[in-house]
């Protein structure tokens, strides 16, 4: 669990990370957090320019849609 100092920094860095992916996208957006999550804030990296180098990786990452 995570204080409310730093929950309200990873919805910041979520939000910037994701501004052109739909908020419907859920499945993006949830790819992205987790990844934040595991990847750096439970590490204890708390820096806002790491977590969204992070964020951006994890986007670039998700599989699209083909139509």
């Known amino acids: 669990m995570f204080d409310p100092a730093m929950t309200a920094l990873l919805r910041v860095v979520l939000d910037e990370v994701c501004?052109?992916?739909s908020r419907f996208e859920s499945g993006t957006r949830a790819r992205v957090a987790s990844r934040i999550i595991l990847e750096a804030a439970t590490k204890g990296d708390t820096s806002p320019h790491r977590l969204k180098q992070i964020g951006r990786k994890a986007?670039?990452?998700a599989p699209t849609m083909r139509r």
């Open 59 to 61: 986007l670039h990452d």
């Open 19 to 21: 501004e052109d992916v």
